[in-house]
């Protein structure tokens, strides 16, 4: 029988403690019990690290005047001076980055607009690098003050090792983001999926906050997904992130129906067909969907046609994710979804016909309108969360590590 890995038990106990604080802080340990389901004794072990590392605070409540009602209770909270870290949102029109304190809040942010798809990887690192000693610098503080560096992406990547395996936003592929950032910032960087990122961004300030369990759907120049299951990211082996695009799906039933993969039927991809250039180029940057909108409202068939084949298609891969993981809620993210009931009422539908009957009524779909501000910052929470397992008190923040 296989015997748990105790440093990665007593991680991800460490974990659950921190985000407990942090979700309900000030708290007491007691109720820490509650919410972690873990024994006193654990808990309390726990905390007094944290204390001693002075990653947690204690926040005093009651009055200690009046002997008759004893001590007063210790409420914990995230000291929120404990550590900087910044997330880095990696865009087709730029690079939006964020600093955040220990807690999640923004102290400083920074955008540089460029058209990423026409910069070599070498160019979009050194762009990278350059952000986040300004934003550094901008939050007040020092690059050494940074504890880690989370760069967010579409496309399919390894969080193991740092490795970009493809993005559509770059043309190079295999591309070892982690270990080049890593050798010009002298900091641990994570490399994680813009969809994973989403999630923890919807998990941790945005319409899932109430859910351990749900499925961010992203749809930009590819269809990715962020699984969230029991509060933790589920990820392949090396932990390689879901590309829903990599599906094979039709637009159009029987022997008429385009087999191809989900990611050339993502909404930008089919509009470019149909125009014959990039729909971004349409109008000022991140105004392209909304032109697209504009020019289907005015009765150009083809775009239209365009969209409700990409909508087939969005149905059928969705009706596939709730078939595998059953979520009690898919939250609809990306600039698609500026094209508004042009997409979404034909995606409705299609995802009505293609869900299994058995699990029609287990999930509901919702849209957020995240920005690429809000992807940054879900880019830093994922950093958070792995600092939250970090056995500060001796190793400091655990390296990620290929499986």
């Known amino acids: 029988m296989k015997v748990a890995d105790p440093e990665l038990m007593r ?29 006193s004794t654990t808990v309390s072990a726990i905390t007094a690290a944290l204390l001693e590392d002075k990653l ?3 926040r005093p409540t009651g009055s200690i005047r009046n002997p008759a009602r004893g001590r007063p209770r210790v409420m914990l909270d995230i000291n929120p001076d404990a550590a900087r870290v910044v997330g880095v949102k990696i ?16 102290v400083a942010g920074a955008s540089i607009p460029v058209r990423i798809d026409r910069q070599p990887a070498a160019v979009v690192a050194d762009l990278i690098a350059d952000g986040v000693k300004r934003c550094v610098t901008d939050a007040g503080g020092w690059l050494r003050d940074a504890k880690s560096l989370c760069v967010a992406l579409p496309g399919v990547i390894e969080h193991g090792g740092g490795l970009v395996r493809t993005s559509p936003v770059l043309d190079e592929t295999d591309i070892p983001l982690g270990q080049v950032l890593t050798r010009r ?17 919807e998990h941790w300030y945005r319409r899932c906050g109430d859910l351990d369990d749900f499925v961010v759907v992203a749809i930009e120049r590819s269809v990715d997904i962020g699984v969230m299951h029991g509060g933790q990211l589920l990820r392949g082996t090396r932990g390689i992130s879901f590309a829903a695009g990599s599906m094979v799906a039709a637009a159009g039933m029987g022997a008429q129906g385009d087999l191809r993969r989900v990611d050339a039927y993502a909404p930008g991809n089919l509009i470019r067909e149909a125009l014959g250039h990039d729909p971004e180029d349409l109008a000022s940057v991140g105004q392209g969907m909304e032109r697209v909108r504009a020019l289907i409202e005015a009765g150009d068939d083809d775009l239209r046609i365009a969209v409700e084949q990409s909508a087939e298609v969005l149905g059928q891969a969705i009706a596939s994710v709730i078939a595998l993981f059953a979520p009690p809620r898919i939250v609809l993210i990306g600039r698609a979804l500026d094209l508004g009931d042009h997409l979404l009422a034909p995606l409705r539908r299609s995802l009505s016909r293609a869900v299994p009957a058995s699990l029609a009524d287990v999930t509901r ?3 957020d309108d995240i920005g690429d501000t809000d992807w940054a910052r879900g880019a830093a929470g994922a950093a958070l969360r792995e600092l939250y397992g970090s056995p500060w008190s001796t190793t400091g923040p655990v390296p990620v590590r290929a499986g």
Request: proline share 6%; hydrophobic share 50%.
């Open 11 to 39: 991680a991800i106990n460490r974990y659950h403690v921190m985000d407990a604080i942090r979700r309900c802080g000030p708290i007491s340990r007691t109720e820490i019990c509650a919410k972690t389901e873990l024994s």
């Open 56 to 58: 947690v605070i204690p």
């Open 91 to 106: 865009a087709p029109q730029g690079i939006v980055l964020v600093v955040t304190d220990f807690k999640g809040e923004e």
């Open 185 to 201: 910032l002298g900091l641990p960087v994570i490399v994680e999926s813009a969809a994973n990122a989403a999630a923890v961004a």
């Open 365 to 367: 779909l919702v849209v």
